[in-house]
């Protein structure tokens, strides 16, 4: 009976521990997909940047040829 009391609080020391694990691995799951959502809000506003440019670019390169 203690040798089965005691396998008992080692598995339940174990998924305690497996459960820590898996909150501190949504975590981070959660932080990561939050850096790509700020990624992808950067990488379009740097689009919209570089396309501004080039519309500059090719009015300038208008005006030249007139």
């Known amino acids: 009976a203690e040798i089965t009391a005691k396998s008992a609080d080692d598995i339940a020391d174990i998924i ?29 506003n740097i689009s919209g940047a570089a396309e501004n440019v080039r519309k500059i670019s090719e009015e300038l390169n208008n005006a030249e040829q007139e």
Do not use: C, M, R, Y
């Not at 305690?16 to 997909?33: D, G, H, M, P, R």
């Open 16 to 44: 305690q521990q497996q459960a820590s694990a898996s909150e501190q691995i949504l975590i981070a799951i959660k932080e990561i997909a939050s850096g790509v959502e700020n990624f992808t809000v950067a990488t379009d």
